[in-house]
């Protein structure tokens, strides 16, 4: 199973991507073993401090990543997770897995997959 280009998936990232409000706009989405679609998340701003109440810009470590989303919701159930940035035009950018989120995929045995 090619999950990159399958155009009803990158349609879905693009469309959750555009839905998040931050400056970087990141989706994921989670697929287990058998590679049936576990969930979708985009990446946010930190529930404990309104970056836009603060600012006009966001600072760093502030933001919960689309991969902690899944992370948090599905856990080792994960096997593979496709994640995407879509500019302002709508254009894919290119981005990758934080340390962090790769460690964290690392422990869980989940590959993490980015589409440029």
Not at 13 to 20: D, H, I, N, P
Not at 55 to 74: I, P, S, V
Not at 94 to 116: E, L, M, N, Y
């Amino acid at each position: 199973m090619n999950l990159i280009n399958n155009p009803n998936i990158l349609k879905t990232l693009k469309s959750k991507a555009k839905k998040s409000p931050c400056t970087y706009k990141v989706a994921a989405i989670a697929f287990d073993k058998k590679g049936d679609i576990l969930g979708t998340a985009s990446n946010s701003h930190s529930r404990n401090w309104n970056v836009l109440e603060k600012c006009e810009c966001g600072r760093a470590n502030t933001g919960e990543h689309a991969e902690q989303k899944l992370f948090d919701r599905y856990g080792s159930n994960i096997k593979t997770i496709l994640i995407c940035r879509v500019g302002h035009s709508g254009a894919l950018r290119s981005i990758d897995a934080c340390p962090t989120c790769q460690k964290v995929a690392k422990k869980f045995g989940t590959k993490i997959i980015s589409i440029k």
